[in-house]
């Protein structure tokens, strides 16, 4: 069982800037490709981004050149950096881990909310 624990969401305005980190509890972190989703009310979830390695990583293409996922395996954190925000990003953000190997060992964390407006 892995826990995920977000944190960093909140209100900011059109064309700011937001990080959220996830925390991860896990002694095999590197063994997940940890991943960022959305889901904005009435829609279902999406992918947002997914980092395996800062070479092996996947956008998706809304957020292309806007947000930047990254890990830091020494702490089990992965982060998503969120550039020149829209309103259409307003949605709750969920981190996700989903073990390499074995598919069915995938865990959710509780959401954060992210809200764009002026």
């Known amino acids: 069982q892995v826990q995920l624990v977000e944190s960093g969401g909140g209100l900011v305005q059109p064309g700011g800037s937001l990080t959220l980190s996830c925390a991860a509890s896990t002694s095999i972190f590197t063994a997940y490709r940890m991943g960022w989703y959305r889901q904005a009310p009435g829609k279902q979830r999406e992918l947002v981004a997914t980092?395996?390695?800062?070479?092996?990583?996947n956008y998706a293409d809304s957020v292309k050149g806007r947000f930047t996922i990254s890990r830091d395996n020494a702490k089990n954190i992965v982060y998503l950096q969120m550039n020149s925000m829209r309103p259409e990003d307003t949605a709750v953000y969920y981190c996700?881990?989903?073990?390499?190997?074995?598919?069915?060992?995938?865990?959710w964390g509780q959401g954060t909310q992210v809200t764009v407006s002026s």
């Open positions: 980092i395996i390695s800062d070479r092996n990583t």
């Open positions: 996700n881990a989903a073990h390499i190997i074995v598919a069915s060992k995938s865990f």
